[in-house]
T-cell receptor
Framework: AQRVTQPEKLLSVFKGAPVELKCNYS??????LFWYVQYSRQRLQLLLR??SRESIKGFTADLNKGETSFHLKKPFAQEEDSAMYYC???????????FGTGTRLTVIP | KAGVTQTPRYLIKTRGQQVTLSCSPI?????VSWYQQTPGQGLQFLFE???????NKGNFPGRFSGRQFSNSRSEMNVSTLELGDSALYLC????????????FGSGTRLTVV
């Protein structure tokens, strides 16, 4: 069965420091991986998707099929990055997302 | 382009009552899915509709149901409300290719007292 694991519930980093939010998944086929972010009092919004290999707000994520990971990284954290981050998985025919439990990132000024 | 619209934003209901939540997807999106978000369980999938047909269902009791109309708008219904149904209910819409991601609404905050 498919599963998404985010091992850190809370993560605090200082402004300007690198940040990495971990995401591991289990799925035997070809997954579609996403990162969603939820800022305080805002809706859940798509941050990154693995198929587009893009960089949004300085964040990047690489799908590592060997390690079944999709870690989210940013070289220099900003205060406005403080939010709840969810890793999610889908696959062709699933028609829904499987979410991890989320990591609350706090960037300390 | 308008986003995903959910109404109402807030609801307070009494145990045993039923409730109906509404979701209007992004124009052109025919897939609508529903999620329950709680502090303890996180984001859990309820069900997904496409062209008025339920294609997928999560692990929730039969008190939770939904439907989709010909204009892709969707409703979800919860009957015989329990205290544990208090949650933020999120609706998401998606274009045909799920690899492009889902767009979420702001949610309906349901409080059962």
């Amino acid at each position: 069965a498919q599963r998404v694991t985010q091992p850190e519930k809370l993560l605090s980093v200082f402004k300007g420091a690198p940040v990495e939010l971990k995401c591991n998944y289990s799925y035997s086929g070809s997954p579609e991986l996403f990162w969603y972010v939820q800022y305080s009092r805002q809706r859940l919004q798509l941050l990154l998707r693995h198929i587009s290999r893009e960089s949004i707000k300085g964040f990047t994520a690489d799908l590592n099929k060997g390690e079944t990971s999709f870690h989210l990284k940013k070289p220099f954290a900003q205060e406005e990055d403080s939010a709840m981050y969810y890793c999610a998985l889908s696959y062709s025919g699933a028609n829904n997302l499987f979410f991890g439990t989320g990591t609350r990132l706090t960037v300390i000024p | 382009k308008a986003g995903v619209t959910q109404t109402p934003r807030y609801l307070i209901k009494t145990r045993g009552q039923q409730v109906t939540l509404s979701c209007s997807p992004i124009s052109g999106h025919r897939s609508v899915s529903w999620y329950q978000q709680t502090p303890g369980q996180g984001l859990q999938f309820l069900f997904e509709y496409f062209s008025e047909t339920q294609r997928n269902k999560g692990n929730f009791p039969g008190r939770f149901s939904g439907r989709q109309f010909s204009n892709s708008r969707s409703e979800m219904n919860v009957s015989t409300l329990e205290l544990g149904d208090s949650a933020l209910y999120l609706c998401a819409s998606s274009p045909p290719s799920t690899g492009l991601g889902y767009t979420f609404g702001s949610g309906t905050r349901l409080t059962v007292v």
